[in-house]
């Protein structure tokens, strides 16, 4: 049942994603706006190191978000072999939307969970955080 659950998670995450644009968006995409907009100012190198990926692997993505209008590059004028990343209005909105579509996803859990008694909570709580600390040493 719950690799069901896992699975059917998965397979939502893999599926692209309009977030209330015109356009796709991929899992990886949302996920550096995301980190972007969460760390302003960040610059290639701080993102590779903060997603523990290659430079090349985030050039290649931020390359897509910039074709996309969703980020800009601008060099660090401290530093100028840098490049800073900054959302556009465009990268912003995505932003906004993908948060909506989290708290959308927490009131659903929210709702389910409404009636359980603190004592099933906290026991639904430890187990999610013993599943998560398993499955991160398969990453």
Known sequence: MLLGVVCN??????????????????EAEIHM????????????????????V????????LKKLEK????????DASNQ?????????RGEEAYELHARLHREFDDVIDSILQDA????REFLKNFLVSLN????EFL
């Open 117 to 120: 008694s603190g004592e099933n």
């Open 68 to 75: 996309k209008g969703m980020i800009v590059k601008e060099r």
């Open 9 to 26: 998670l998965l397979e939502v995450l893999k599926r692209t994603h309009h977030f209330g644009m015109d356009e796709d968006l991929f």
């Open 54 to 61: 290659t430079k090349g692997a985030v050039s290649q993505i």
């Open 81 to 89: 072999s840098r490049l800073l990343l900054t959302l556009t209005p």
């Open 133 to 136: 600390i398993k499955i991160e």
């Open 33 to 52: 706006i995301k980190d972007i907009k969460d760390n302003e100012g960040i610059h290639v190198t701080g993102l590779a190191e903060k997603l523990n």
